[in-house]
Protein backbone atom coordinates (compact mmCIF):
# COMPACT_ATOMS: atom_id res chain seq x y z
CA UNK A 1 0.00 0.00 0.00
CA UNK A 2 2.81 2.08 0.76
CA UNK A 3 4.15 1.82 -2.52
CA UNK A 4 1.23 2.11 -4.19
CA UNK A 5 0.63 5.91 -2.28
CA UNK A 6 4.44 7.16 -3.22
CA UNK A 7 3.63 6.08 -7.00
CA UNK A 8 0.16 7.93 -7.17
CA UNK A 9 2.13 11.13 -5.76
CA UNK A 10 4.72 10.51 -7.96
CA UNK A 11 2.78 10.44 -11.12
CA UNK A 12 0.28 13.40 -9.89
CA UNK A 13 3.89 15.42 -9.49
CA UNK A 14 4.60 13.96 -13.20
CA UNK A 15 0.82 15.38 -14.29
CA UNK A 16 0.09 18.36 -12.40
CA UNK A 17 3.46 19.53 -11.69
CA UNK A 18 4.90 20.33 -8.32
CA UNK A 19 2.67 21.58 -5.12
CA UNK A 20 4.57 24.80 -5.68
CA UNK A 21 3.80 25.75 -9.84
CA UNK A 22 0.41 24.58 -8.69
CA UNK A 23 0.34 27.24 -6.46
CA UNK A 24 0.80 29.78 -9.72
CA UNK A 25 -1.33 32.67 -9.96
CA UNK A 26 -2.49 34.28 -13.18
CA UNK A 27 -3.14 37.94 -13.55
CA UNK A 28 -4.38 40.32 -15.95
CA UNK A 29 -3.27 43.87 -16.27
CA UNK A 30 -5.28 46.46 -18.45
CA UNK A 31 -4.11 49.80 -20.00
CA UNK A 32 -5.68 51.72 -22.31
CA UNK A 33 -2.77 53.17 -23.88
CA UNK A 34 -0.92 51.96 -26.83
CA UNK A 35 1.88 49.31 -27.04
CA UNK A 36 4.53 52.47 -27.37
CA UNK A 37 3.50 54.70 -24.93
CA UNK A 38 5.66 54.77 -21.49
CA UNK A 39 3.31 53.26 -19.04
CA UNK A 40 2.84 50.34 -21.30
CA UNK A 41 6.63 50.26 -21.40
CA UNK A 42 7.22 50.09 -18.05
CA UNK A 43 4.00 48.16 -16.72
CA UNK A 44 5.43 45.25 -19.33
CA UNK A 45 8.80 45.54 -17.10
CA UNK A 46 6.35 45.55 -13.81
CA UNK A 47 5.54 41.81 -15.02
CA UNK A 48 8.71 40.73 -15.94
CA UNK A 49 9.76 41.89 -12.93
CA UNK A 50 7.43 39.94 -10.58
CA UNK A 51 7.87 36.70 -13.24
CA UNK A 52 11.42 36.57 -12.57
CA UNK A 53 11.45 37.15 -8.82
CA UNK A 54 8.51 34.76 -8.04
CA UNK A 55 10.17 32.20 -10.14
CA UNK A 56 7.12 32.21 -12.55
CA UNK A 57 4.87 31.37 -9.74
CA UNK A 58 3.00 34.95 -10.45
CA UNK A 59 2.73 35.71 -14.12
CA UNK A 60 0.72 39.08 -15.57
CA UNK A 61 -0.71 39.65 -18.73
CA UNK A 62 -0.60 43.48 -20.52
CA UNK A 63 -3.20 44.31 -22.42
CA UNK A 64 -2.65 47.46 -24.20
CA UNK A 65 -4.94 49.84 -26.34
CA UNK A 66 -7.96 49.53 -24.44
CA UNK A 67 -8.52 46.18 -25.79
CA UNK A 68 -10.32 45.45 -22.23
CA UNK A 69 -12.46 48.76 -22.11
CA UNK A 70 -12.20 52.22 -21.35
CA UNK A 71 -10.86 53.37 -18.05
CA UNK A 72 -13.86 53.15 -16.53
CA UNK A 73 -14.78 49.62 -17.71
CA UNK A 74 -11.59 48.07 -16.60
CA UNK A 75 -12.43 49.54 -12.82
CA UNK A 76 -15.43 48.17 -13.18
CA UNK A 77 -13.88 44.61 -14.34
CA UNK A 78 -11.59 44.84 -11.40
CA UNK A 79 -14.56 44.98 -9.35
CA UNK A 80 -15.97 41.96 -10.79
CA UNK A 81 -13.05 39.90 -10.78
CA UNK A 82 -12.14 39.86 -15.06
CA UNK A 83 -9.19 42.50 -14.69
CA UNK A 84 -7.06 42.19 -11.69
CA UNK A 85 -4.27 45.18 -12.25
CA UNK A 86 -5.09 48.41 -14.18
CA UNK A 87 -3.50 51.86 -15.22
CA UNK A 88 -6.20 54.58 -14.56
CA UNK A 89 -6.72 58.24 -13.99
CA UNK A 90 -7.14 60.08 -11.13
CA UNK A 91 -9.92 61.63 -13.04
CA UNK A 92 -11.50 58.19 -13.53
CA UNK A 93 -11.25 57.35 -9.91
CA UNK A 94 -13.23 60.20 -8.71
CA UNK A 95 -16.41 58.13 -9.66
CA UNK A 96 -15.77 55.50 -6.69
CA UNK A 97 -14.44 57.84 -4.27
CA UNK A 98 -14.82 61.58 -4.05
CA UNK A 99 -11.14 62.03 -2.46
CA UNK A 100 -9.80 61.58 -5.81
CA UNK A 101 -11.14 64.97 -7.11
CA UNK A 102 -8.41 66.45 -5.14
CA UNK A 103 -6.03 65.55 -7.98
CA UNK A 104 -7.55 67.46 -10.83
CA UNK A 105 -7.49 70.28 -8.68
CA UNK A 106 -4.74 73.37 -10.27
CA UNK A 107 -2.00 74.07 -9.11
CA UNK A 108 -1.52 71.56 -5.49
CA UNK A 109 1.40 70.73 -7.06
CA UNK A 110 4.33 73.56 -7.77
CA UNK A 111 6.24 71.99 -9.87
CA UNK A 112 7.76 67.90 -11.39
CA UNK A 113 9.94 68.09 -8.23
CA UNK A 114 7.14 68.58 -5.70
CA UNK A 115 4.67 65.96 -7.53
CA UNK A 116 7.08 63.21 -7.07
CA UNK A 117 7.98 64.28 -3.25
CA UNK A 118 4.19 64.74 -2.31
CA UNK A 119 2.88 61.28 -4.25
CA UNK A 120 5.80 59.50 -2.44
CA UNK A 121 4.81 60.80 1.04
CA UNK A 122 2.08 59.89 4.13
CA UNK A 123 -0.92 61.77 2.52
CA UNK A 124 -0.86 59.47 -0.68
CA UNK A 125 -0.16 56.31 0.60
CA UNK A 126 -3.17 56.46 3.07
CA UNK A 127 -5.17 57.03 -0.43
CA UNK A 128 -3.76 53.72 -2.04
CA UNK A 129 -6.05 52.25 1.14
CA UNK A 130 -9.32 54.38 0.11
CA UNK A 131 -11.08 52.33 -2.36
CA UNK A 132 -10.15 48.81 -0.25
CA UNK A 133 -14.13 48.66 0.77
CA UNK A 134 -15.21 49.50 -3.16
CA UNK A 135 -12.97 46.17 -3.79
CA UNK A 136 -9.44 47.49 -4.90
CA UNK A 137 -6.42 49.62 -3.78
CA UNK A 138 -3.68 51.48 -4.68
CA UNK A 139 -0.03 50.32 -5.91
CA UNK A 140 1.65 53.16 -7.32
CA UNK A 141 1.51 56.20 -9.26
CA UNK A 142 2.42 57.90 -12.51
CA UNK A 143 2.79 61.64 -14.17
CA UNK A 144 0.71 62.25 -16.74
CA UNK A 145 2.18 65.83 -17.33
CA UNK A 146 1.30 68.88 -16.88
CA UNK A 147 -1.52 70.36 -18.51
CA UNK A 148 -0.94 74.01 -20.36
CA UNK A 149 -3.22 75.95 -23.14
CA UNK A 150 -2.52 75.63 -26.60
CA UNK A 151 -4.79 77.99 -28.56
CA UNK A 152 -5.42 78.71 -32.39
CA UNK A 153 -6.26 82.76 -32.00
CA UNK A 154 -3.32 83.92 -30.20
CA UNK A 155 -0.80 82.84 -27.18
CA UNK A 156 -2.04 83.01 -23.41
CA UNK A 157 0.07 85.58 -21.41
CA UNK A 158 -2.39 86.00 -18.08
CA UNK A 159 -5.95 84.87 -17.90
CA UNK A 160 -7.22 87.86 -19.33
CA UNK A 161 -6.22 86.27 -22.87
CA UNK A 162 -8.69 83.65 -21.96
CA UNK A 163 -11.22 85.73 -21.99
CA UNK A 164 -14.20 84.71 -24.53
CA UNK A 165 -12.44 81.69 -25.66
CA UNK A 166 -13.53 78.06 -26.18
CA UNK A 167 -11.28 75.89 -24.28
CA UNK A 168 -12.16 71.77 -24.26
CA UNK A 169 -11.51 70.48 -20.97
CA UNK A 170 -12.10 66.69 -19.77
CA UNK A 171 -15.42 66.12 -18.85
CA UNK A 172 -14.96 66.92 -14.94
CA UNK A 173 -16.36 69.43 -12.83
CA UNK A 174 -13.12 70.49 -11.40
CA UNK A 175 -12.00 71.29 -14.94
CA UNK A 176 -14.97 73.26 -16.01
CA UNK A 177 -15.30 75.46 -12.93
CA UNK A 178 -10.83 76.00 -13.50
CA UNK A 179 -11.29 77.44 -16.68
CA UNK A 180 -14.44 79.47 -15.75
CA UNK A 181 -12.83 81.07 -12.84
CA UNK A 182 -9.62 81.89 -14.97
CA UNK A 183 -11.90 83.53 -17.27
CA UNK A 184 -12.26 80.97 -20.57
CA UNK A 185 -15.47 79.35 -21.70
CA UNK A 186 -15.43 75.57 -20.96
CA UNK A 187 -16.26 72.89 -23.51
CA UNK A 188 -16.04 69.35 -22.78
CA UNK A 189 -15.11 67.05 -25.76
CA UNK A 190 -13.80 63.53 -26.30
CA UNK A 191 -10.40 63.70 -26.87
CA UNK A 192 -10.62 62.08 -30.29
CA UNK A 193 -12.89 64.67 -31.59
CA UNK A 194 -10.35 67.84 -30.66
CA UNK A 195 -8.63 67.86 -33.98
CA UNK A 196 -11.36 68.26 -36.07
CA UNK A 197 -13.13 70.90 -33.47
CA UNK A 198 -9.83 72.89 -34.03
CA UNK A 199 -9.44 72.96 -37.33
CA UNK A 200 -13.38 74.03 -37.76
CA UNK A 201 -13.68 76.49 -35.09
CA UNK A 202 -15.94 74.98 -32.92
CA UNK A 203 -13.17 75.37 -30.23
CA UNK A 204 -10.50 78.19 -30.09
CA UNK A 205 -7.69 76.11 -27.63
CA UNK A 206 -7.39 72.83 -25.07
CA UNK A 207 -4.95 71.99 -22.60
CA UNK A 208 -2.99 69.18 -22.28
CA UNK A 209 0.43 67.77 -22.01
CA UNK A 210 3.27 68.34 -24.55
CA UNK A 211 2.22 64.96 -26.40
CA UNK A 212 -1.66 65.68 -27.69
CA UNK A 213 0.46 68.61 -29.89
CA UNK A 214 2.83 65.92 -31.69
CA UNK A 215 1.79 62.69 -30.99
CA UNK A 216 -2.10 63.83 -30.78
CA UNK A 217 -1.39 66.19 -33.80
CA UNK A 218 -2.80 68.99 -32.31
CA UNK A 219 -0.23 71.19 -33.01
CA UNK A 220 -0.78 70.96 -36.91
CA UNK A 221 -3.89 73.84 -36.04
CA UNK A 222 -2.76 74.96 -32.61
CA UNK A 223 0.43 77.22 -33.18
CA UNK A 224 0.47 79.02 -29.54
CA UNK A 225 1.66 76.46 -26.53
CA UNK A 226 1.23 78.36 -23.26
CA UNK A 227 3.23 76.56 -20.17
CA UNK A 228 0.86 77.40 -17.24
CA UNK A 229 1.24 74.05 -16.37
CA UNK A 230 -2.20 74.74 -14.16
CA UNK A 231 -3.01 70.85 -13.81
CA UNK A 232 -0.57 67.49 -13.18
CA UNK A 233 -3.38 64.64 -12.64
CA UNK A 234 -1.56 61.53 -11.86
CA UNK A 235 -2.28 57.97 -13.00
CA UNK A 236 -2.54 55.55 -10.40
CA UNK A 237 -1.91 51.21 -10.69
CA UNK A 238 -4.50 49.41 -8.98
CA UNK A 239 -4.86 46.02 -8.38
CA UNK A 240 -7.64 44.18 -7.09
CA UNK A 241 -8.19 42.80 -3.58
CA UNK A 242 -9.02 40.07 -4.68
CA UNK A 243 -6.23 39.58 -7.15
CA UNK A 244 -3.80 40.42 -3.60
CA UNK A 245 -5.51 37.84 -1.35
CA UNK A 246 -4.17 35.27 -3.80
CA UNK A 247 -0.70 35.83 -3.29
CA UNK A 248 1.66 35.11 -0.13
CA UNK A 249 2.96 38.34 1.38
CA UNK A 250 6.61 37.32 0.33
CA UNK A 251 5.03 37.77 -3.05
CA UNK A 252 3.11 40.84 -2.18
CA UNK A 253 5.56 42.37 -1.57
CA UNK A 254 7.36 41.63 -4.83
CA UNK A 255 4.45 43.27 -6.37
CA UNK A 256 4.79 46.57 -4.59
CA UNK A 257 8.87 46.69 -4.96
CA UNK A 258 8.40 45.85 -8.93
CA UNK A 259 5.54 48.76 -8.82
CA UNK A 260 8.04 51.26 -7.06
CA UNK A 261 10.55 50.57 -9.52
CA UNK A 262 7.96 50.83 -12.78
CA UNK A 263 7.98 54.63 -11.20
CA UNK A 264 11.13 54.90 -11.18
CA UNK A 265 11.96 54.31 -14.90
CA UNK A 266 8.68 55.77 -16.03
CA UNK A 267 9.79 59.15 -14.68
CA UNK A 268 12.98 58.93 -16.87
CA UNK A 269 10.62 57.95 -20.09
CA UNK A 270 8.26 60.66 -19.52
CA UNK A 271 10.85 63.31 -19.08
CA UNK A 272 12.23 62.18 -22.58
CA UNK A 273 9.20 62.38 -24.22
CA UNK A 274 8.04 65.57 -22.67
CA UNK A 275 11.41 66.88 -23.78
CA UNK A 276 11.24 65.55 -27.14
CA UNK A 277 7.94 66.57 -27.86
CA UNK A 278 8.23 70.48 -27.08
CA UNK A 279 11.20 70.09 -29.50
CA UNK A 280 8.88 68.43 -31.99
CA UNK A 281 6.06 71.10 -31.73
CA UNK A 282 8.26 74.04 -32.19
CA UNK A 283 9.61 72.37 -35.69
CA UNK A 284 6.11 72.31 -36.30
CA UNK A 285 5.60 75.67 -35.97
CA UNK A 286 4.25 76.07 -32.25
CA UNK A 287 5.32 78.82 -30.84
CA UNK A 288 5.89 77.83 -26.82
CA UNK A 289 5.64 80.75 -24.10
CA UNK A 290 6.12 80.45 -20.46
CA UNK A 291 3.34 82.83 -18.49
CA UNK A 292 3.64 84.13 -15.12
CA UNK A 293 1.86 81.55 -13.21
CA UNK A 294 0.86 83.78 -10.17
CA UNK A 295 -2.00 85.77 -12.12
CA UNK A 296 -3.93 82.04 -12.89
CA UNK A 297 -2.88 80.86 -9.40
CA UNK A 298 -5.12 83.49 -8.30
CA UNK A 299 -8.22 83.05 -10.57
CA UNK A 300 -8.53 79.30 -9.06
CA UNK A 301 -7.86 80.37 -5.41
CA UNK A 302 -11.97 80.06 -4.89
CA UNK A 303 -11.84 76.42 -6.00
CA UNK A 304 -8.96 75.17 -3.65
CA UNK A 305 -11.29 77.00 -0.70
CA UNK A 306 -14.39 75.22 -1.66
CA UNK A 307 -12.21 71.72 -1.88
CA UNK A 308 -10.38 72.78 1.47
CA UNK A 309 -14.00 73.34 3.04
CA UNK A 310 -15.51 70.00 1.50
CA UNK A 311 -14.90 67.20 4.45
CA UNK A 312 -14.18 64.71 1.70
CA UNK A 313 -11.44 66.21 0.57
CA UNK A 314 -10.21 68.95 3.21
CA UNK A 315 -7.73 66.95 5.11
CA UNK A 316 -5.93 65.15 2.01
CA UNK A 317 -5.40 68.95 0.31
CA UNK A 318 -3.75 70.58 3.43
CA UNK A 319 -1.86 67.73 3.68
CA UNK A 320 -0.82 68.05 -0.05
CA UNK A 321 -0.62 71.53 -0.02
CA UNK A 322 1.59 72.19 3.52
CA UNK A 323 5.10 73.32 2.37
Same mark, same amino acid.
Given at each position: ?8 ? /? @?????? +?? =? ?8 ? %?? !? ?41 ? /? @?????? +?? =? ?8 ? %?? !? ?42 ? @?????? +? ?13 PKDLQGLKLRVINSNTSIRMVELMGGIPTPLPYGEVYTALQSGVIDGAENNPTALTIGKHGEVAKYYSLDEHQRIPDFLVIS ?83
Open positions: MHHFLKWIV /A @LSVVLF +GS =VSADASVRMR %LA !NTLSQDHPSSVVLQQFADEIRDKTDGEVSIKLFVNGVLGSERE /A @LEQLQN +GA =VDITRVSAAS %LE !NFDPLFRVFSLPYIFKDEQDFYAKMRGNAVASVYQATRSKGFQG @LTFFDS +GARSFYTVPRPIESNRAMDKLTPAQQQIVRDAAAHATQSYRRLWDAATRQALSDARAMGVKINRPEQGPFREAVQPLIDDYRQDPATGALLRQLLAP
